[in-house]
C-alpha cells in the first residue's frame, strides 16, 4: 500500500520561496501520474499542479503558472512542488496524491492516494 507523506511547508512573506515534498512509500512510485493540490479554510480542494510519470509532462492551475514547478524523482520516490513568488491567496493545506493512471489528469476522483497536508501560510 502506497503512503505519502508531505514537508516543506511554513509560514513565509509574500513574495518568498517554498519548496514542498512528498515522499512515497512502495515500489509503484515512478509507474503513475502525480498531483498537488490545496485547500484553504472554507473552500473546496483544488487543483493545483500534475506530472506524469516520467517527469516529461507537466500541467498547471492558470493562477500558479508561472510561479510554481512540479517536478519528480523516481529514483528516490519523490515529487516536489516548488513555490515563488507566493501570495497570500495561495495560503492553504497542500495534498500530494498520486494519480490512478500515467499521464497527467486535473481530475480530482482519478487519484487515489492522499497525503495528509503540508500548511503554507503566505503573509502580507
Known amino acids: 500500500q502506497v503512503q505519502l507523506v508531505e514537508s516543506g511547508g511554513g509560514l513565509v512573506q509574500a513574495g518568498g520561496s517554498l519548496r514542498l515534498s512528498c515522499a512515497a512509500s512502495g515500489r509503484t512510485f515512478s509507474t503513475y501520474a502525480m498531483g498537488w493540490f490545496r485547500q484553504a479554510p472554507g473552500k473546496e480542494r483544488e487543483f493545483v499542479a500534475t506530472?506524469?510519470?516520467?517527469?516529461?509532462?507537466?500541467y498547471y492551475t492558470d493562477s500558479v503558472k508561472g510561479r510554481f514547478t512540479i517536478s519528480r524523482d523516481n529514483a528516490k520516490n519523490t515529487v516536489y512542488l516548488q513555490m515563488n513568488s507566493l501570495k497570500p491567496e495561495d495560503t492553504a493545506v497542500y495534498y500530494c496524491?498520486?494519480?490512478?493512471?500515467?499521464?497527467?489528469?486535473?481530475?480530482?476522483?482519478?487519484?487515489?492516494?492522499w497525503g495528509q497536508g503540508t500548511q503554507v501560510t503566505v503573509s502580507s
Open positions: 506530472i506524469n510519470w516520467s517527469g516529461d509532462n507537466t
Open positions: 496524491a498520486r494519480s490512478q493512471a500515467t499521464v497527467i489528469t486535473v481530475t480530482t476522483s482519478l487519484y487515489g492516494t
